[in-house]
């Protein structure tokens, strides 16, 4: 049996779409030219495309067309609007971007740029996780998948990083708990990457509960400390797990079960938020998941949501850079979404991310033997 999925997803996303080198800082191409290198074999770097680029969304959206799942509502989001960006953003940076709309420029150098089309673009990415939380408020449906960039979960609340203008998650948990009335939201971030901007804007807030899965320092953000696990009354509410390269589907799985699981029990939330980046997949960077991890990892997750909050479950796109890995990975979630159960999933021998998801359980349960509880024992 289907069950109904919303799927966000504008075009005008696709307006996104940075051009040319930095002629103020040539030092800061060298960074996008080896992701170029490194993701896009072949490319010439001369008449290149920015690594986040349109052709990731159209590879997802392509698949879903050509091969539809039955359930899935195309849905166009609202932009959001200034006042909710500035739940979570200083109101000068968010004048800053604004003004920036119809321009092109580098904001940060670890590869920020924008072209005349990203302003609008990021205000539909940090609008779509809105117009499904409203959507799914309002009884229309329990699952939604957006189609969204630019990714949102570097982006901090003063300032852009790691080609992320909004922090698009943290719009949407900000608008469910001051907007739609939930008391506790909780997110998985499973993008390789750590979410350095989403820690930042939750870190001492108790009303958001953060895991976050990632690819350990010293690569890129180089943050994800296990022992950042919030600060004031926020303490508990940041669960970092730090995985080593090569980490593949057993070591995701480990941290839903070992980690997610039993803190969501503990936090009951009214809705489940997931930052999903597909890096993690074997044909992008350094790890080594595939599809069908992502597949029982969101069949995890959408139990879990039945069990604990009525099947609210919002998945929101973050990075990926292998167009393959986005569109199997991409409609892989959306069958699950869907209702369609898996049964089976890929697992290498000796995933070298379990021994580390083990380390980090015990860490987390000692935390929680001390005066807030990160885990329960
Ligand atoms: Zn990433």
Redesign the pocket.
């Known amino acids: 049996m289907t069950t109904p999925v919303l799927l966000y997803y504008d075009m005008r996303m696709l307006g996104h779409n940075p051009h040319g080198w930095d002629p103020a800082n040539p030092a800061w191409t060298e960074a996008v030219k080896a992701m170029i290198t490194l993701q896009y074999p072949g490319s010439d770097l001369q008449t290149y495309s920015h690594p986040e680029r349109p052709d990731r969304l159209t590879a997802i959206v392509d698949r879903l067309m050509l091969e539809p799942i039955e359930g899935v509502r195309w849905m166009l989001p609202s932009a959001a609007t200034t006042a909710q960006i500035e739940r979570v953003h200083d109101k000068n940076y968010v004048a800053k971007i604004e003004s920036l709309a119809g321009e092109s420029c580098w904001l940060a150098k670890d590869t920020t740029a924008i072209s005349p089309g990203s302003v609008e673009a990021a205000s539909l990415a940090a609008g779509a996780g809105i117009s499904a939380v409203e959507a799914i408020s309002g009884g229309a449906a329990r699952r939604a998948f957006c189609v969204l960039r630019p990714?949102g979960?570097?982006a901090h609340s003063d300032h852009a990083s790691?080609f992320c203008l909004y922090n698009n998650i943290a719009v949407t948990a900000a608008h469910a708990r001051e907007s739609l009335g939930y008391q506790r939201v909780m997110i998985w971030d499973w993008?390789?990457?750590h979410g350095n901007g989403t820690q930042e804007i939750f870190y001492s807030d108790p009303s958001v509960l953060v895991v976050d899965s990632?690819c350990a320092a010293p690569f890129?953000p180089g943050s994800g400390l296990l022992h950042d696990t919030g600060a004031g009354a926020g303490v508990g509410s940041q669960l970092n797990v730090p995985l080593p390269p090569g980490s593949g589907n057993a070591a995701l799985l480990k941290v839903f079960d070992e980690v997610v699981k039993p803190a969501a029990k503990a936090f009951q939330p009214d809705i489940l938020l997931v930052s999903s980046?597909f890096?993690?997949h074997y044909l992008d960077?350094i790890c080594a998941m595939d599809e069908t991890g992502f597949a029982i990892l969101t069949q995890r997750m959408s139990d879990l949501a039945d069990e604990l909050c009525d099947g609210r479950l919002v998945v929101l796109l973050?990075?990926?850079?292998n167009a393959k890995a986005l569109a199997d990975s991409a409609h892989a979630v959306v069958n699950v979404l869907a209702g369609i159960r898996v049964n089976s999933f890929n697992v290498m021998p000796d995933d070298p991310g379990c021994a580390a998801v083990a380390d980090a359980v015990q860490f987390l349960k000692r935390k929680g033997s001390g005066k807030e509880p990160p885990l329960e024992n």
Do not use: A, I, L, V
Request: proline share 6%.
């Open positions: 990714p979960h570097h790691g993008d390789m990457h990632h890129y980046g890096d993690c960077m973050e990075g990926g850079y």
